[in-house]
């Protein structure tokens, strides 16, 4: 007992000694003072955050991009245009045809914006990834050139396709009887195939052969990515009767998908989507 006592008597004063002086409290390096809002910050709070629920971020967060690639941040006069194309062609054609709460309900909480490309160790390049249906990053930010209707096309049609797979997330679709239309066909390799072989086997692009998933939301990016002249002319020019009747079978489960589960035409998606289209590239 007197060992343990003076032990004690010894440590309290050493204690008290280390003990932060209040006035050195406020010598602190961290920042904890409120960043100050941009004109660009306050129009994507006004547009995206409270109209959508959806918080873009555009400014580097290495906690949030994929450290197995080499990626920037987009350069900042690039992100408004790019959320301008976004915010018409996406937000208001599916608030226009599914309802001005559809997006509000049903949406990813954050978009990720990254200046460059995403691209694979075998060439493959990523154009978007959307991560349990709570965040979509988007690449290619500083390429977009919104007068230029392949870019515009190319980019948002990103977007139509990662919002797809948080739909599917939602609401499942039937992916047995959807992967049984070619169920042969999917493959990890399918970058090292041709649009011609893929469209044979009965996929609208080389990317919907890497799983039913994937080609499920290649088919809702194309259709309205397109307007329906325009898509009904890529199935047309398809030499295969196989493949085109295979694509068109993939579509009816789409179009019944939309209309039972959300109460949406899709073929009114797609003409609102086309309008949008000319309006952001005018």
């Not at 006592?5 to 602190?28: A, H, K, N, T, Y």
């Not at 245009?81 to 937000?91: C, D, G, N, S, Y």
Request: proline share 4%; with cysteine.
């Amino acid at each position: 007992m007197k060992k343990v006592l003076i032990l004690i008597i010894v440590l309290l004063p050493f204690l008290q000694g280390c003990r932060p002086d209040e006035d050195s409290l406020g010598d602190s390096n961290l920042d904890v003072s409120k960043p100050e809002l941009t004109e660009l910050d306050i129009w994507l709070r006004d547009n995206f955050t409270k109209s959508f629920n959806i918080e873009v971020r555009y400014r580097w967060d290495e906690n949030i991009v994929d450290f197995n690639s080499f990626l920037r941040p987009p350069t900042i006069n690039k992100v408004k245009p790019a959320m301008e194309a976004v915010q018409k062609i996406w937000l208001d054609t599916y608030s226009q045809v599914g309802g001005a709460d559809f997006v509000k309900r049903i949406a990813p909480r954050e978009l990720v914006l990254v200046g460059g490309p995403n691209r694979r160790r075998d060439g493959a390049e990523i154009l978007g990834q959307a991560e349990q249906g709570s965040r979509v990053a988007l690449f290619k930010i500083d390429e977009l050139n919104k007068t230029n209707i392949d870019e515009v096309l190319e980019f948002v049609g990103t977007i139509q396709h990662e919002y797809t797979h948080i739909l599917n997330q939602i609401v499942p679709f039937d992916e047995v009887n959807y992967g049984n239309i070619t169920p042969t066909n999917y493959t990890a390799q399918w970058n090292q195939r041709s649009l011609a072989e893929a469209n044979e086997l009965g996929f609208i692009t080389r990317y919907s052969r890497a799983s039913v998933l994937e080609d499920f939301a290649e088919m809702v990016k194309v259709m309205l990515s397109n307007t329906n002249d325009d898509y009904n002319a890529i199935i047309d020019a398809i030499p295969s009767d196989e493949g085109k009747s295979k694509i068109r079978r993939k579509e009816q489960l789409i179009v019944n998908y939309f209309k039972t589960e959300f109460s949406i035409d899709v073929y009114e998606l797609q003409r609102v989507a086309a309008e949008n289209v000319q309006k952001v590239i005018n």
